[in-house]
Nanobody, 113 residues
Framework: VQLQAFGGGLVQAGGSLSLSCAAS????????MGWYRQAPGKKRELVAA??????NYADSVKGRFTISRDNAKNTVYLQMNSLKPEDTGVYYC?????????WGQGTQVTVSS
């Protein structure tokens, strides 16, 4: 499985950005898909995850971020609204099949104050 992330960039606080992650392979629907981020000097942390029926969010992004998936397109999305400077970091897409994890390349999100 290969994951390729798109989106990210520079935005002012209060703005919005959208990330997408396209997965190769035919087993996409079997994976729990997630977005993680890593700020400078900090550990990578879970931002949001989605199975085929359940979503999970970090407390810091609840009400502002929305994760969704389109199994027909093998793609997972992250809509980020009301962005804050503390949302700055490298965002990574993850596919968790239980027995194995796959990571995409990171995409930089920078929120200026």
């Amino acid at each position: 499985v290969q994951l390729q992330a798109f989106g990210g960039g520079l935005v002012q606080a209060g703005g919005s950005l959208s990330l997408s992650c396209a997965a190769s392979g035919s087993s996409f629907r079997a994976a729990v898909m997630g977005w993680y981020r890593q700020a400078p000097g900090k550990k990578r942390e879970l931002v949001a995850a989605i199975s085929n029926s359940i979503t999970n969010y970090a407390d810091s992004v609840k009400g502002r971020f929305t994760i969704s998936r389109d199994n027909a397109k093998n793609t997972v999305y992250l809509q980020m609204n009301s962005l804050k400077p503390e949302d700055t970091g490298v965002y990574y897409c993850n596919a968790d099949f239980g027995f194995k994890n796959y990571w995409g390349q990171g995409t930089q999100v920078t929120v200026s104050s």
